[in-house]
């Protein structure tokens, strides 16, 4: 029998909440068929920024297989445009991380901060749904036209979600620096 790492359950954890997130924002409703905040993708930002792309791909594959059959619809057409997205968005993902170890070699401000990770990877999620739905599940030209607002959405929650990611992770840091004891206070 194998032995489950300290890796292992910190990958179960963060996956466990990325599919609670995911399975609560199932339930809200969506302005264009497939908009979603996603939420849980800042579960998945945190992950690549603190411990790696692997991990982050883990946590990933996990949310969209355990959501899919929590929620009903594994193997439906649903769960492969998630499974477009997760992938074109984690190769976007790979592409960013790998810009911002250059870039970080190289000056500082020439890495892309969690908010420009996650507009990349919205973008490039839309993208991988929308590649999908065309060449598969639609293939009508008329289907082009959803594009912009499509892209539009990804942009505004890409963005949200960078927020939201740099905003725990500043709260993780806080939360993890040493605090000062009353008595040495000067």
Not at 13 to 19: E, F, Q, S, T
Not at 78 to 85: E, H, S
Request: glycine share 10%; charged share 10%; aromatic share 6%.
């Amino acid at each position: 029998m194998p032995t489950v790492t300290p890796q292992d359950r910190l990958i179960a954890g963060y996956a466990a909440l990325a599919v609670a997130i995911n399975v609560i924002e199932s339930g809200f409703p969506s302005p264009l068929p497939g908009v979603k905040p996603g939420l849980a993708n800042v579960v998945t930002l945190i992950v690549l920024l603190r411990h790696g792309w692997r991990a982050a791909t883990a946590v990933t594959l996990l949310r969209i297989v355990v959501g899919s059959l929590v929620t009903g619809s594994f193997l439906a057409p649903g769960f492969w445009l998630a499974c477009a997205g997760a992938g074109a968005a984690l190769a976007a993902l790979a592409l960013g991380a790998s810009y911002n170890r250059i870039g970080a070699h190289i000056d500082k401000r020439w890495t892309l901060s969690p908010v420009g990770l996650s507009t990349l990877a919205a973008q490039a999620h839309i993208c991988g749904q929308f590649a999908l739905a065309r060449w598969l599940l639609i293939p009508h030209p008329g289907l082009a036209r959803l594009l912009p607002p499509l892209l539009l959405a990804s942009l505004i929650f890409g963005i949200a979600t960078g927020i939201a990611t740099q905003r725990v992770l500043a709260e993780l840091a806080l939360a993890k620096s040493p605090t000062v004891k009353p008595s040495q206070e000067t």
